[in-house]
């Protein structure tokens, strides 16, 4: 069963913000939202995870809904480098592997 | 710091041959995990390794994958009598410590080709 929905994919303009948005309607309260991205022909990179609250770091911002159903990763100034699929992830917190799904293939144009 | 590395970067084989892809993780990474990636899907966990011991081997497709981590650093993942089947790239991660955080670090892969 998949934990998680992403749309296929979805262009966005150099220097705008993409918001990647995902739907994880069963969310447990122990699981985490983990966003990682695979730029094509290297393995998965970590960005960013959060349990309730919002987050943000260097690369990114994670904005979790109230009722945690959904969540949106936002790349607040894309650039060409960003292309690459991505991959929202809900995991238990005493949990290690990974489970991933199709993810999103986000084209970043000039 | 140095990632994590795999070797052979590519490995071409016959059916029915036998292949180990290795790992060499982030110095001082306790836990170890092998995914595969078969083309245009997302990796699918296979093995997880804390420190020498496989903690969770749910992962494993049959009994002709195997995996090893003697010491608790490198890793071989061991394929018997390949099939076309296991076609695909096989990637290696590793983490400091099983955490809330579990950042997973991952390396380049191997890309498998059964011919």
């Known amino acids: 069963d998949a934990k998680t929905t992403q749309p296929t994919s979805m262009d966005c303009a150099e220097g705008r913000a993409a918001n990647l948005p995902c739907n994880h309607s069963t969310i447990s309260g122990n699981e985490y939202v983990y966003w990682y991205r695979q730029i094509h022909s290297q393995g998965p990179q970590y960005i960013i995870h959060g349990l309730k609250n919002n987050e943000t770091n260097e690369m990114a911002s994670l904005i979790i809904t109230e009722d945690r159903k959904s969540s949106t990763l936002i790349l607040p100034h894309a650039t060409l480098r960003d292309t690459a699929v991505y991959y929202c992830?809900?995991?238990?917190?005493?949990?290690?592997?990974?489970?991933f799904g199709a993810g999103t293939t986000v084209t970043v144009r000039a | 710091g140095a990632g994590v590395s795999q070797t052979p970067s590519n490995k071409v084989t016959e059916k029915g041959k036998y292949v180990e892809l290795r790992c060499d993780p982030i110095s001082g990474h306790t836990a170890l995990y092998w995914y595969r990636q078969s083309l245009g899907q997302g990796p699918e966990f296979l093995i997880y390794?804390?420190?020498?011991?496989?903690?969770?081997d749910s992962g494993l497709p049959n009994d002709r994958f195997f995996a090893v981590r003697p010491e608790g650093s490198v890793s071989t993942l061991k394929i018997q009598r390949t099939e076309r089947g296991d076609s695909a790239v096989y990637l290696c991660?590793?983490?400091?410590?099983?955490?809330?955080?579990?950042?997973?670090?991952f390396g380049p892969g191997t890309r498998l080709t059964v011919l």
């Open positions: 992830i809900v995991r238990p917190g005493n949990d290690y592997k990974l489970s």
């Open positions: 390794f804390q420190g020498t011991g496989a903690a969770d």
């Open positions: 991660a590793s983490s400091l410590v099983t955490s809330a955080r579990n950042e997973q670090f």
